[in-house]
């Protein structure tokens, strides 16, 4: 019998085959099919009829009160019905398509068929941090849509349209990034999607909220490391005078808000310390 | 220029566990090379060694010369695989997941519609090109991750147990599959602890147990090192073989040690030699006008030499 040896290595198939995309490249096609399973998923049905449901609950609240006495000013009107309520449409959206995107791709094997291909491992992780956030990004332009409907109703075609809710929505895409970018760590966190969804969703709907008040109230310290903290500046845009930085309320309780400058740095920051960390997490994963 | 995977002193431990231990395995040419082992051998990691879905603890697997860790890109390039049943996003088509590897893979998109009409058609596939994935059974899904390994007709093909989860009819296929895959300047690597599976379709078999390689040979050699013991070979015949045919004209024949009847019609003869001497029994079995029907030796040798090897490794 022969003894299997370790001999001479092959030899480089160069020159042959079609050349294989880069990184950036193979990612951006890996979003498109992934896009597209979004997009026909009953999770992106699920989505849409909750972002549905959001907003028949506000067309039909303000066409019970005439407005809701928010028809004064396109301001007044953003201000309260997408400075007050985008996030939770980008926080279910970052659950529901972010949550376990990454830990899905083991649990549900769905790595094994990429994870063979020529494909770096950095192009999986943002050709579905690109998917989830375009699918996103769809959800939260049909609650602007309706918003905008409404608003086209109450404000007139003059000032439905207002610079204020365009600044507001660059910064509550930011936000979609940052969130996205921490549902994508904790997704990498975890093998079990249902244990990553769960995570997210307990942080991101009341936890961070919770850590947010104990912090001001009972430690008395800006709680500027904390997500949720800086989402406040999204409704920035459509105030004339921003709260101040910190302000004593009652029995002598600090309130803190993010500046502006602040509010970005915060998103910024927790976009790419967890994103990449994610990708980092990722990279070592082992699929056993 | 060859196809060739090679594992330089691949080891993998989990914890105090070793699951491979210092594989050294040097694989070249065009040829089909059963990996076999039974359950917890050390098959599967090897493969995800082989594809960087797990890294190993020391070593290192090149395939085509390309380090699969340091370069995965130019590594996995001209090799399509297939490992652990991988499941498909549940929203696309055959035909969609296929344009997707296609498309990572850096084909053209007329290619990528040639080639995905022909590996569909090869495993069955072509009338659910444009269902979706979510809706089909676990053989269908197997049969279109068999169809994604093969699409940009690779060097190389590794494939991890390709007819676990099959009908034993999809079973078939998948060998008749492997089979035709077997062509000029293509190496295939293909695990299973179906021992008839890999007599079916393999050339060389490489056996591993306890993370550790017992051998790797052909199976030509495989069946001719069994040769010094006896192969068993099933006798059929046209009519009845009374018992003095069988004990004057069959048992004193060179070569048998032994002669059992299984019906009036058929027999079983151990057979002592190898192939040379089971040649020259056929040889005087047709020359006794017994009405010989067929001659068939049992294909144990494999089967042998696998439960030796993995008895003298348990003990």
């Known amino acids: 019998m022969s003894t299997p040896e370790a001999g001479a290595s092959g030899y480089a198939r160069s020159g042959e085959g079609p050349a294989i995309p880069d990184t950036a490249r193979q990612a951006l096609i890996l979003s498109r099919y992934q896009l597209r399973d979004y997009l026909r998923s009953r999770r992106f049905v699920l989505m849409v009829a909750i972002v549905v449901f959001i907003g028949a609950i506000l067309s039909l609240v303000l066409a019970k009160y005439n407005g809701a006495g ?180 009652m029995f002598g309780i600090t309130t803190y808000n993010p500046t502006y400058a602040e509010g970005l740095a915060i998103m910024g920051g927790y976009f790419l310390l967890t994103a990449f960390g994610g990708l980092a997490l990722f990279e070592r994963e082992e699929f056993t | 220029m060859s196809p060739s995977l090679e594992a330089r002193g691949l080891t993998r431990r989990f914890g105090s566990f070793t699951a491979l231990d210092n594989l050294n395995l040097n694989i070249q040419g065009s040829k089909c090379v059963g990996f076999l082992g039974p359950n917890g051998a050390g098959k ?57 590897v296609g498309a990572v893979r850096g084909m053209s998109a007329p290619d990528i519609r040639s080639r995905t009409d022909t590996v569909l058609h090869e495993v069955k596939m072509a009338d659910w090109a444009d269902s979706k994935v979510g809706r089909f059974s676990k053989g269908m899904k197997q049969r279109v991750n068999i169809a994604a390994a093969l699409l940009s007709d690779p060097e190389v093909v590794m494939l991890d147990e390709p007819s676990t989860g099959l009908d034993p009819r999809g079973m078939a296929e998948v060998r008749s599959i492997i089979r035709e895959l077997k062509r000029e300047n293509r190496l295939i690597f293909m695990s299973s ?116 090897e993995i008895s003298q490794g348990d003990s």
């Open chain 1, 70 to 249: 928010l028809s004064s000013s396109s301001d007044a009107f953003y201000g309260t019905l997408w400075g007050g309520g985008v996030y939770v449409v980008i926080v279910f959206a970052g659950i529901i398509f972010g949550g376990d995107a990454i830990a899905g791709e083991f649990q549900n094997k769905t790595g094994y068929f990429l994870m063979g291909l020529p494909v770096k491992r950095t192009s999986v992780y943002a050709g579905k941090f690109i998917a989830a956030t375009a699918a996103s990004v769809v959800c939260v332009l049909l609650y602007l849509g309706i918003l905008l409907g409404n608003g086209f109703y109450y404000l007139g075609a003059g000032a439905a349209l207002s610079g204020a809710l365009f600044e507001s929505f660059a910064i509550a895409m930011l936000y979609l990034l940052a969130l996205m970018g921490a549902v994508f760590l904790f997704s990498s966190l975890f093998k079990n999607s249902l244990y990553a969804v769960l995570v997210v969703a307990i942080l991101f709907l009341f936890g961070f909220s919770i850590i947010d008040e104990l912090l001001q109230g009972l430690v008395h310290i800006e709680p500027w490391f904390i997500i949720d903290y800086a989402r406040q500046v999204i409704g920035y845009p459509f105030l004339t005078t921003l709260p101040p930085h910190t302000s004593t309320g």
């Open chain 2, 44 to 100: 599967t990691t090897t493969l995800k060694m082989f594809t960087d879905l797990i890294f190993p603890t020391s070593g290192e697997a090149l395939i085509n010369g390309h380090s699969v860790r340091a370069d995965r890109k130019r590594a996995l390039a001209s090799c399509g695989d297939l490992i652990e049943s991988p499941e498909i996003y549940p929203s696309l088509t055959p035909r969609e997941a296929l344009e997707l």
């Open chain 2, 193 to 308: 602890h179906i021992l008839s599976e890999v007599i079916d379709v393999c050339d060389e078999v490489a056996l591993v147990d306890h993370g550790k390689l017992l051998f790797y040979d052909t199976l030509a050699n495989v069946n001719a090192r069994l040769g010094k013991g006896a192969t068993s070979v099933d006798l059929a015949f046209v009519r009845p073989v009374s018992d003095a045919d069988v004990a004057s004209r069959i048992v004193n024949l060179p070569g048998v040690t032994g002669v059992s009847r299984v019906d009036p019609q058929r027999l079983t003869a151990m057979v002592t030699g190898g192939p040379e001497a089971q040649s020259q029994v056929l040889e005087q079995l047709v020359a006794s006008k017994l009405g010989l029907l067929s001659f068939q030796p049992s294909r144990s040798a494999l089967e042998e030499v696998y439960m030796r």
